[in-house]
């Protein structure tokens, strides 16, 4: 093989390396994301219920019970995420839990409710607005990322194939 | 790009499975809020003729002369009287009353009701908040929000019972813009 053969094949690999750890940075970054976001319902579930009843969507006697599977995905999805253990099937469901959570941030703007968000419990307040639901789409893409281009480095999928 | 779509979906399955029974197992462990019945104890909003802004009636609110005449069910759990503005401020002067403002900060900071504690519902996600302890237990706790259609004066008031299951409850029905109409005195940057 040429030098000049050789060249573009080494800058494939090192671009390929780089989207390898890039991935795994958008991996663990999304799965901590959640189990911080988990840390801070787990704390009062009621008061994260109080805030899912804010957006009027649910009936009042199925708040707790809708919170804590909130709560309880965010914790497996998280966990899975910062594993690396089918990362593709937790970014799956959490990509679809964060989807459903947009839609309802956007009903709820346009229903004119003044509400907080409750994302991160009361760790981090903020209402839903147009930034909280740019900041929800980022979440969206970087499972959707993990979706299509898997893991990256460092999950245990890939230290169990070897 | 390459990857098996169906082993993918049967590990988001067992994904779901396994959360929802973690969830299931867990609301075993927490205890049910308290039950409250938000009961107008206004003369007005009594005899059917809610005032102006007055919180829109939701299935948990009863009205206690339909109640008897139909002689459908007590109160159950514990009763909070909606109560207006006249009744607020009696309780105001009085002295046997205490206010807990149940708005976000901003609002709060804008204006409330003179010696008011600042309680949004947000701040019990931390567990237990701190503004619990200037509570008192032996006063009249009056809990107010925005009024209309808020519904933070209630979930405000079942965080409290469950602190404080002895706590006499009361909620301002047309919440602090009542108040404000009213006349009555308030306190914060945006008063005068």
Known sequence: MSAAEATPARDQTTSSAIGSWLLTLTRVVLGGIFLFAAYGKLRNPHAFAGSVGAFKLLHESILIEVGLLFIWHEIVCGLLLVLGLWARAAALVTGAMVLAFIIAMITALARGLDIECGCFGNLLKSGVGWGSILRTSVFLLMALAVILWGPGRLSLTSAGKR | ?192
Request: hydrophobic residues 40%; aromatic residues 6%.
């Open chain 2, 1 to 192: 790009m390459r990857f098996n779509l169906h082993i993918v979906l049967l590990q988001a399955a067992v994904i779901v499975l396994v959360s929802v029974a973690a969830g299931a197992l867990h609301r075993s462990l927490v205890p049910d809020l308290p039950t409250v019945e938000l009961l107008p104890e206004h003369p007005e909003v009594a005899a059917g003729r809610p005032p102006a802004g007055a919180a829109r009636p939701d299935a948990s609110v009863t009205d206690p002369v339909a109640a008897e005449e139909t002689g459908e069910g007590h109160a159950e759990g514990t009763v909070i009287g909606i109560i207006g503005p006249a009744r607020a401020f009696e309780l105001f002067e009085s002295g046997e009353a205490q206010f807990v403002d149940a708005r976000n900060p901003p609002d709060f900071d804008e204006g409330h009701i003179p010696s008011a504690i600042n309680l949004p519902f947000s701040a019990f996600g931390a567990g237990y908040p701190e503004q619990l302890d200037y509570l008192g237990t032996d006063l009249i706790t009056v809990v107010y929000c925005e009024g209309g259609e808020c519904e933070s004066s209630k979930l405000v008031a079942q965080q409290l019972l469950m602190a404080f299951p002895e706590l006499e409850l009361k909620i301002i029905g047309e919440g602090y813009p009542g108040w404000v109409d009213a006349g009555h005195p308030t306190e914060g940057e945006g008063t005068p």
